[in-house]
């Protein structure tokens, strides 16, 4: 039985979005950018799947920009969001949860001179507005603050703090990177009230490969590349037409299904949280996640990854947090202050549309059998 419970990490693609993909690939393969009548009409589609996306982040289709991947849409959030507002000075804000590709484009700034605060989270991986209304400044040029916590589920008060910083100051720009957020639960970007999101396609049943990011009306951002002109200028490059209809595609199914997909997810979720822990001597809930797909958990004393390998070794994948930290410790659960052996032993799981309980139900037993033998305690 081959059990895949790390849908945080990535996600199968969806028959629709495979389908939309190959025949863009195969029947309708014209270069967006070409003057005549095929390439016309690839153009016309390119516009009508961006309309798609747009719905799905309730927002205009002009303020939707495609890009390769959400660490690209952070790097470049950041990075226009610096210059932006290089007149105003150079303090970002930031919090000690976020992704490496938030961090690390904030860390090469303060290499370079720029002052950082990054707003630590409490035992849940919740982050206080109040502490974030503590830590503005007349130099705050960029607040970023991720929607949903790629490791714990946490959902971050984004649309309070948004509310905050333009009350403090307008100009400050604000960024959330919405990838595991993004059609998982319920939001538009109106309603969160930021000025940039980022989303990415492989988290939602689409390829790899794409991502989207939201750039305000009448935000005026430097390009992230220069060269031929696609997507308005900002991010030049010919179009991945087929990746952009397997998005659209995706973003329609979730549009579609999204409220019993949830539902969905979030009974597996509490399946889960009540099984592991009955039938797994020791095991710990370290947060229950408020995302419907993303929980983690413990087994104090057995590290992380001789977890990941003996579940592995069995057909079941999980994870010991975000699969960008290649196994290295994970600054996340190190922000949450745990006990070591609490630390070394955690295991995220995320759910999709397609997780059942006879995936949990494996899990259960995988984990109950290495805690029997004492391997690895």
Same mark, same amino acid.
């Given at each position: 039985?081959?059990?895949?419970?790390?849908?945080?990490?990535?996600?199968?693609?969806?028959?629709?979005?495979?389908?939309?993909?190959?025949?863009?690939?195969?029947?309708?393969?014209?270069?967006?950018?070409?003057?005549?009548?095929?390439?016309?009409?690839?153009?016309?589609?390119?516009?009508?799947?961006?309309?798609?996306?747009?719905?799905?982040?309730?927002?205009?289709?002009?303020?939707?920009?495609?890009?390769?991947?959400?660490?690209?849409?952070?790097?470049?959030? /950041?990075?226009?969001?610096?210059?932006?507002?290089?007149?105003?000075?150079?303090?970002?804000?930031?919090?000690?949860?976020?992704?490496?590709?938030?961090?690390?484009?904030?860390?090469?700034?303060?290499?370079?001179?720029?002052?950082?605060?990054?707003?630590?989270?409490?035992?849940?991986?919740?982050?206080?507005?109040?502490?974030?209304?503590?830590?503005?400044?007349?130099?705050?040029?960029?607040?970023?603050?991720?929607?949903?916590?790629?490791?714990?589920?946490?959902?971050?008060?984004?649309?309070?703090?948004?509310?905050?910083?333009?009350?403090?100051?307008?100009? /400050?720009?604000?960024?959330?990177?919405?990838?595991?957020?993004?059609?998982?639960?319920?939001?538009?970007?109106?309603?969160?009230?930021?000025?940039?999101?980022?989303?990415?396609?492989?988290?939602?049943?689409?390829?790899?490969?794409?991502?989207?990011?939201?750039?305000?009306?009448?935000?005026?951002?430097?390009?992230?590349?220069?060269?031929?002109?696609?997507?308005? =200028?900002?991010?030049?490059?010919?179009?991945?037409?087929?990746?952009?209809?397997?998005?659209?595609?995706?973003?329609?199914?979730?549009?579609?299904?999204?409220?019993?997909?949830?539902?969905?997810?979030?009974?597996?979720?509490?399946?889960?949280?009540?099984?592991?822990?009955?039938?797994?001597?020791?095991?710990?809930?370290?947060?229950?996640?408020?995302?419907?797909?993303?929980?983690?958990?413990?087994?104090?004393?057995?590290?992380?990854?001789?977890?990941?390998?003996?579940?592995?070794?069995? =057909? /079941?994948?999980?994870?010991?947090?975000?699969?960008?930290?290649?196994?290295?410790?994970?600054?996340?659960?190190?922000?949450?202050?745990?006990?070591?052996?609490?630390?070394?032993?955690?295991?995220?799981?995320?759910?999709?549309?397609?997780?059942?309980?006879?995936?949990?139900?494996?899990?259960?037993?995988?984990?109950?059998?290495?805690?029997?033998?004492?391997?690895?305690?």
């Amino acid at each position: 039985m081959f059990v895949y419970l790390d849908h945080a990490a990535t996600t199968p693609v969806c028959a629709e979005a495979a389908q939309a993909a190959l025949e863009e690939m195969t029947a309708a393969f014209g270069n967006p950018s070409a003057r005549h009548a095929f390439g016309q009409q690839a153009a016309q589609r390119l516009e009508e799947r961006r309309a798609v996306v747009a719905e799905a982040l309730g927002c205009t289709p002009e303020e939707v920009f495609f890009t390769s991947c959400g660490t690209e849409g952070d790097n470049w959030a /950041i990075q226009a969001a610096v210059e932006h507002g290089r007149r105003r000075g150079r303090h970002i804000i930031t919090t000690a949860i976020e992704h490496s590709a938030v961090l690390e484009p904030i860390k090469a700034l303060e290499g370079k001179g720029w002052s950082v605060t990054r707003l630590k989270p409490d035992r849940q991986g919740r982050i206080s507005p109040e502490d974030l209304r503590a830590a503005l400044r007349e130099d705050t040029v960029l607040v970023s603050m991720m929607l949903v916590n790629n490791e714990l589920g946490t959902l971050q008060p984004v649309a309070e703090c948004a509310r905050i910083v333009k009350a403090y100051a307008p100009e /400050i720009l604000f960024h959330t990177d919405a990838v595991q957020g993004f059609l998982k639960v319920p939001f538009t970007v109106k309603e969160l009230g930021v000025d940039l999101l980022t989303v990415s396609g492989h988290k939602i049943r689409a390829p790899k490969g794409i991502g989207v990011q939201y750039i305000r009306s009448g935000l005026k951002l430097s390009p992230l590349l220069r060269g031929g002109g696609q997507e308005r =200028g900002l991010r030049p490059g010919t179009e991945p037409t087929a990746q952009i209809a397997a998005l659209s595609a995706a973003c329609r199914l979730w549009m579609d299904h999204g409220t019993e997909y949830r539902a969905h997810m979030e009974s597996l979720k509490a399946y889960a949280l009540e099984q592991l822990p009955a039938r797994v001597e020791g095991l710990e809930i370290v947060t229950p996640g408020d995302a419907p797909h993303i929980c983690s958990v413990s087994l104090p004393g057995y590290p992380s990854e001789m977890l990941v390998r003996a579940l592995s070794d069995q =057909g /079941i994948c999980v994870s010991s947090g975000s699969a960008c930290h290649k196994g290295k410790p994970s600054h996340v659960f190190a922000a949450l202050g745990l006990p070591k052996r609490t630390a070394m032993g955690v295991l995220r799981i995320s759910f999709g549309p397609t997780s059942t309980r006879d995936e949990v139900d494996a899990l259960a037993d995988a984990l109950s059998a290495i805690r029997s033998s004492r391997v690895g305690a």
